[in-house]
């Protein structure tokens, strides 16, 4: 038996220790000494133990992914001028009336088609599926035209009912409600059903360059449309302002951006960023007509030429601006 206070052993029976003269209480009468055991050493947790260095296996360095660099092109140097070049050519001849209309639909349609091929460019790092820009082209050609002027007829039946044409309210309602709206919510609808779940679409710029597509798409077949029951100077100031173009480049920028933000699981974020994408463009889009139907309307004769000219920097502006933001877009790139 041993001391429960002292350790010590002591006599069978004895109530008082006979080394430190501690009462021995019952309940320890035979506890053993207060020593550990070799089980009760404390073994190292393997997080704790050292392994030796010879044992020790070498660190791969974790690789990291290299930045997304963007080269330096031609169409990137040089795409901010040859559109005020094409502005310029297109008012010019706009003026002067020169020209037959077989050359004028020729026109209308080619800054369409340098546009697609000049942006398609830019996407240096990641080339986009033919097939998939081919689709865009002909949906926002063939499809869309159809479906916004049986759209705009019907609204535009409602508009002419709250108020008479050529009124300023009149002007403001058609470019900003019958124009803009119907045709960028068309767009729209046309680019997110053929490229969201797309698995090509997994860079930013992807947005630019998909939207811009269906885009150029619609006003192609739109400036020919145009010239039904019109005139070659028509058609050449419509090719000098490839708005839709401009509209589509703005879309498709927050287009891009909100598929970044969805498969960061911000799908609400995702959502508003869409949004502000359409309305950006249906602003500029609705702006730009507004400028027009005004000039269009008027009687007096300083109203049109302050509206000519206010048009003119509003192209000029909306022009250098856009490209200068794609080139922005093309070289701050990166994988959704």
Known sequence: MFCGNCGAQIPDGAR???ACGAKIEANVLHQEPHNQTPSEVQQPQPSQMVTPPELQQPQTPQMQTPPVEQKETFYVKRLPIIMIVVLTLGLYFGCT???????AAAVSCIP???LIFLIYKLDKIEAEPVG????????????????????????????????????????FLEAFVVAACTEELCKYAVLKKLTWKHPAFNYRFDGVVYSTTVAIGFEVVENLLYLIGSTADTAYVRAAFPGHCIFGIYMGYYYGQAKTLELNGDIAGSSKMRKKGIITAIIIHGFYDFICFVGQYTEYELIQVVTGLGLVVVMVVLNVTAYKNIKKFAYDDMPV
Do not use: D
């Open 16 to 18: 008082f220790c006979t």
């Open 97 to 103: 009336g020169a020209g037959n209309m077989s050359i």
């Open 112 to 114: 369409g088609i340098v």
């Open 132 to 171: 998939l820009l081919v689709k865009l082209f002909l949906f926002g050609g063939l499809l869309l035209p159809v479906i916004a002027v049986l759209a705009e007829m019907a609204i535009g039946a409602v508009i002419s009912l709250i108020t008479y044409e050529g009124s300023l309210l009149y002007c």
